[in-house]
DNA sequence: ATCGATTGATCAAGCGTTTTAGCAAAATAT
DNA sequence: ATATTTTGCTAAAACGCTTGATCAATCGAT
């Protein structure tokens, strides 16, 4: 192979600042010996501080030193000195349990990253005391704030030590302290947003499958689906709306009762039983989207992208629910009415919706 | 509702220890002088030095100041002195792109915390640049140690800044620097394993549908098979492996060839790919496991749990992944040979297979 | 030549800890 | 009573950096 050639010369001694492993890094002083200087001209230059005088020669040789010597700021000493940390925390209760807590964590990383900030995680599956701990060690680092994260949208209890340090809460959101600053995802647009993709396609009886569990999500998604009929002058029929246990099981299990309301169109609660719904129909005889219409919530890649045919569904904003939270606690943006900043659902149209001429 | 007489008294003066927002936080030396003793006294006691010889009516007295101020200990000026930082860095290329991420930084995140450290991430979406500048953020905070992990199994070049640290890479593995520590699926026992399932359920002739991309996974979960059916006592038949993109589109789009093949059992690439297969097959009139068994690879929760029926699959490790990589960035764990470390993947049995007694 | 500005760079204090050496008082031994 | 040890605590240096105050040298203008 011809790479095998590649790093010809003596490899004992690159040319690459050598840094070898585990010595003591390279402090300022050092840098300062190495071009003469004192630490203070060192620190200027390096941080091309506007109103410093150094000589363009001066600054050069600092430059060649740093280089030469491979010198690295000693971030903690920095931040030491000026008294504020460039961290802000991330505390999530599920990274692991759910696909949709990495695009949380992008979003915030993303920001935070844009404003210089680092992003300090901590992963505390639901588990009070090591969120006791995780959120004590962020405090200790002095982080600029805290995003408290649920893996899925609901009502929680700030912990107190939380209070701490400024915070805000993503996903979630607490009904005993109305001042905790919070943002979340628009559950009632995103349920009107569903539903309209299925009145565009010419859809006028459209049935919902609610969770049975009880969330924002449910009443959100609901009262979206109600707006949305509303907004184009269909009467709500309770009798359209099922209740089922919101995964694959749940939507398959709900398919017969469904049948019996004769309607052209579904929107099922999430995607995951929306994919249980597609067995159920199947297995029925019918085709989608041609007997019927099918759309779901959360745009969960894996399974809306890769149905056949792939679904129609609305996004969860995760990763945006992020990036908005890191706005919010850097005092970037703010809710307008001081509650909850709600942040858009997103419609995603792929086939499983046609267009539905006859009555 | 009785929750809301919870909180007598008078709310504008909490009986918690006050640290107001966004005040001055409470420095060592404060307590001290609350309490009336030097800060060494109080750097003693918070830090229970065994050979320190403190009265106990003064530690009493510490603990209060401490308590009664609300002191939380700065970690950077802790870090400064101590020389050593407590963090690990995670800089992944996909927290976002794929649902497994999450396992690794999880896996990572646990042991870290049982070792004391603190998770320092960075997601980098394979940008290059962001890449050198996460690195370049976790070298300036001292890192203990570097966890350089990619969402797929491969190869991958070590990034030169890396070096100037100590690193692992998880999930990957650099063909180009063989000293770099690593630790990878065990992908051939992965696939051994995947097809001892089907082994197990008496079948005899098993096809493969590969995957068309190159990787140490298409390799490794070939020889798996191999070697499964060797140690089985079954001649090698290569006309029995396919190969197909590995997502849903391309399972089902080998469904065709697949049944030319007469084979009672199909070991997927992955999940995806028997996702789309399980629709081919039903299409075909063909129903899983009587008609014959499949097994997927990856165990993506979403689908292989949720397919019906639930598939039986092979887990990728990820969460052991990611704590394998602390553990041996740590020094607790090696690999024995110097080679990458492999971790094991786990058979997981659901009902996509069944006993095939019939020739 | 003389004086005030300007330029280039340094001094030194301080950020919040840890830790070693050392000191005074109390306890014990002689 | 004196010498020795033990006990309880503190002083102060150090960690790596930033920054306002200073200072010496050079420059321009009179």
Chains 1, 2 share one sequence.
Not at 158 to 163: E, G, I, K
Request: proline share 6%.
């Amino acid at each position: 192979m011809i790479s095998q050639e590649k790093n010809p010369g003596n490899a004992a001694t690159p040319d690459v600042p050598v840094t070898r492993d585990h010595v003591h890094p390279v402090t300022l002083r050092e840098v300062a010996e190495a071009a003469g200087v004192s630490t203070a001209t060192v620190s200027l230059v390096i941080n091309k501080k506007k109103n410093a005088r150094i000589a363009d020669e001066t600054r050069q040789r600092v430059n060649d030193a740093i280089r030469q010597l491979g010198y690295r700021p000693n971030a903690m000493a920095k931040n030491l000195v000026s008294g504020t940390s460039k961290f802000i925390g991330l505390v999530a209760d599920g990274v692991a349990t759910t696909p949709f807590a990495g695009q949380i964590i992008h979003g915030a990383q993303d920001e935070a990253w844009k404003h210089g900030y680092a992003l300090l995680i901590a992963n505390t599956e639901g588990n009070v005391d090591l969120e006791k701990d995780a959120i004590a060690m962020m405090l200790e680092y002095k982080v600029r704030g805290i995003l408290y994260s649920t893996w899925f949208h609901r009502a929680t209890k700030v912990p107190s030590t939380l209070r701490e340090s400024d915070f805000v809460l993503v996903n979630c959101f607490s009904p005993d302290s109305p001042s905790a600053r919070a943002v979340v995802p628009d559950e009632a647009q995103g349920g009107q947003s569903a539903t309209e993709i299925l009145l565009r396609g010419g859809h006028r009886r459209i049935a919902f499958i609610n969770t049975t569990t009880p969330a924002p999500a449910k009443d959100g998604r609901l009262a979206g689906y109600r707006a949305a009929l509303d907004a184009a002058g269909i009467p709500f029929d309770p009798s359209l709306v099922l209740e089922a246990y919101p995964d694959q099981e749940g939507g398959y299990g709900a398919t017969g009762e469904l049948l019996q309301l004769d309607v052209s169109a579904v929107y099922c609660y999430n995607d995951r039983m929306a994919m249980g719904l597609y067995d159920g129909l199947r297995e029925n005889g019918l085709s989608i989207p041609d007997d019927i219409a099918v759309v779901g919530f959360d745009n969960q890649e894996v399974i809306a992208a890769h149905l056949r045919p792939p679904l129609s569904t609305v996004s969860l904003p995760h990763y945006e629910l992020g990036a908005a939270g890191v706005r919010m606690l850097l005092g970037i943006e703010a809710a307008p009415d001081g509650a909850a900043l709600k942040i858009e659902c997103p419609a995603v149209e792929r086939s499983s919706v046609a267009l539905h001429s006859a009555a």
